[in-house]
Nanobody
Framework: VQLQASGGGLVQAGGSLRLSCAAI????????VGWYRQAPGKQRDLVAT???????NYADSVKGRFTVSRDNAKNTVYLQMNSLKPEDTAVYYC???????????????WGQGTQVTVSS
């Protein structure tokens, strides 16, 4: 299955963006998903997760500002990002969770990433 993350862009501090993660050219049903981000020169960090049942978890740095959700009819997972800060600048990736687990566990299936740039 191939994932596509989209919705990134340039926004001023305090602004909002909504990222999407969808399976492209596939009838594969997306289960648990993790959103990650990677800033230049830094490791890729987990930002938020959502299970197939809709349970969510967030990194402390984004709690209260980011919301992960899913639309099963559209086979798409979203990351709504509000009150963006310059330190949120990174390439954002979605990862399809390992289907052998009920909660989110990282797998080898990654979207290609979408750039988010927050100006001060």
């Amino acid at each position: 299955v191939q994932l596509q993350a989209s919705g990134g862009g340039l926004v001023q501090a305090g602004g909002s963006l909504r990222l999407s993660c969808a399976a492209i050219r596939s009838m594969f049903r997306i289960g648990a998903v993790g959103w990650y981000r990677q800033a230049p020169g830094k490791q890729r960090d987990l930002v938020a997760t959502i299970t197939s049942g809709g349970s969510t978890n967030y990194a402390d740095s984004v709690k209260g500002r980011f919301t992960v959700s899913r639309d099963n009819a559209k086979n798409t997972v979203y990351l709504q990002m509000n009150s963006l800060k310059p330190e949120d600048t990174a390439v954002y990736y979605c990862n399809l969770g390992d289907p052998t687990y009920s909660d989110y566990q990282v797998s080898d299936y990654w979207g290609q990433g979408t750039q988010v740039t927050v100006s001060s």
